[in-house]
């Protein structure tokens, strides 16, 4: 775990020190659609364990476990080049959602990543053992989304 | 000069009066003295719900460096030293000290002091509040909940560190006209009203018309501050300029398409139905939420599918 936690550090870090590196044109609007695609698919995943949750769709261990993992996974992934500098909304206008704040405060972002990374593996630990284990892993992860986005993202 | 002498015997003597008529105007009101006879006995454990749903330690908690992972952290929210800054339209507030400290908390206070605070906006000097802090929420109170806080906040930490004085516009430095701000907008009215609201909802309209103040961020205002009551709770720019609140009455531009299980539901968690999470100083709100009983969030969700639909206004 640790590992996978020190390389995306790494990762952010390496792409937010080495800025202005050659790259082909548009590449900070790409990057911020990719990112929005992750952000989205976070959700799309935790749907899945929020309506279990919330109890609009039955518990399934199998379900829970598989959409924890994947959760997990994103979270997991090498983010760095996701998130090169000159991709926040002042910069790019409504292609992005980010503060600049990201790269003029870094590396306070990189603590926010690690409560996700740490709200997700306990989701994933025990989100296939009973609805109430996953239930009470539900705030740790929405508390982490949240604790980012409430400095790092725009206002709406 | 007889011209002037003239004036001037009309003019000081209209003044003087008008002098004595603000004087009197905005002098501090009191909360009588029976009905705090119970101040000093209020039962701690009860003030904890309380000091959750008013959110005493999102303004008045942890700033900058110590902030960080505060939210999730109980124990830290308990350190009220304040400074926070608040922007406003009318300049930045910072939050002062209501730690235990005798010297630079609250530590030294009365329960009756403590009570003219929260219900009145009136500081043991006599001085009004700035309503900055959300006092015109609070005195909607009941007092029993005024009394438990404060049993609850004596027993929490001392800081001993002062803060920085407001810094805010020449002309409301001067904290005695406030006496006609709250001429105006400070009073025991319901913003709603039910016939015959069921336990539920009325517990819904105290938390949210009240202690847990939901309208000073959601129901827009008019220029001298006052709530917009025909709008209540239907959004508008944020009040500190950055961004938009959202509108959260039962309309399709508000919560509409939401059911009552996704009100309750993003209380506890932070999720909107979508799975996208709160952000912004919602965040801090949520956490607060989520510390109450589940029967308390569904009561504020029953409460705000029940108020009126009222449109967004375009941005």
């Known amino acids: 775990m640790k590992t996978i936690l020190k390389s995306t550090i790494f990762a952010i870090c390496a792409t937010v020190c080495l800025t202005g590196t050659a790259v082909a044109d548009g590449h900070l609007e790409k990057a911020a659609s990719a990112r929005k695609a992750v952000m989205q698919l976070y959700s799309f995943n935790l749907g899945q364990l929020g309506a279990m949750a919330k109890g609009a769709v039955e518990y399934n261990s199998e379900t829970a476990s598989a959409a924890a993992n994947n959760l997990l996974a994103l979270v997991s992934m090498n983010q760095g080049p996701l998130w090169p500098q000159g991709s926040d909304y002042v910069s790019l206008g409504h292609e992005a959602g980010a503060m600049p704040e990201i790269w003029s405060t870094y590396p306070a972002i990189t603590e926010k990543s690690k409560a996700l990374m740490v709200g997700a593996t306990n989701m994933a630990k025990v989100a296939g053992m009973d609805l109430a284990s996953l239930q009470g892993a539900m705030g740790g992860v929405g508390g982490a989304c949240g604790g980012c986005h409430k400095v790092f993202r725009k206002k709406k | ?116 605070a929260m219900l009145k906006g009136v500081s043991p000097d006599g001085s009004h509040y700035y309503p900055a802090f959300p006092y015109t929420s609070y005195a909607k109170m009941d007092v029993k909940d005024v009394a438990d806080l404060w049993a609850f906040m004596k027993e929490l930490p001392a800081a001993a560190n002062s803060n920085k004085s407001h810094d805010i516009w020449l002309p409301f430095k001067l904290r005695r006209g406030l006496g006609l701000w709250k001429m105006l907008y400070l009073n025991n009215d319901r913003m709603v009203e039910f016939e015959n609201p069921d336990e539920k909802l009325a517990r819904g309209q105290y938390l949210v018309e009240s202690v847990a103040h939901c309208g000073e961020c959601h129901t827009p205002r008019n220029i001298i501050g006052g709530f917009d009551k025909k709008r209540w709770l239907a959004g508008g720019p944020s009040p500190d300029g950055d961004g938009n609140i959202p509108n959260i009455t039962p309309h399709d531009s508000g919560l509409g398409n939401w059911s009552l299980n996704d009100i309750v539901y993003s209380l506890e968690s932070g999720f909107t139905p979508e799975f996208d999470s709160f952000g912004g100083s919602m965040t801090d709100v949520q956490q607060n939420m989520a510390k109450l009983s589940a029967s308390d969030r569904e009561a504020i969700g029953i409460y705000l599918k029940a108020v009126l639909p009222v449109a967004s206004k375009p941005k």
Do not use: R
Request: net charge neutral; aromatic share 12%; proline share 5%.
């Open chain 2, 1 to 116: 000069m007889k011209m002037f002498k003239k004036l001037a015997e009309f003019l000081l003597p209209a003044i003087a009066l008008g002098g004595v008529v603000f004087w009197y105007l905005t002098a501090p009101e009191y909360v009588s003295d029976d009905l705090l006879a119970g101040m000093e006995n209020g039962d701690a454990i009860a003030g904890e719900t309380i000091f959750w749903a008013g959110g005493c330690a999102s303004c008045h908690g942890p700033t900058g460096k110590k902030a960080a992972g505060a939210a999730e952290n109980k124990s830290a929210q308990f350190v009220l030293g304040g400074g926070h800054g608040l922007n406003t339209p009318f300049g930045t507030f910072y939050v002062p000290n209501i730690s235990s400290d005798p010297k630079h908390g609250i530590g030294s206070w009365t329960g009756k002091q403590f009570a003219n």
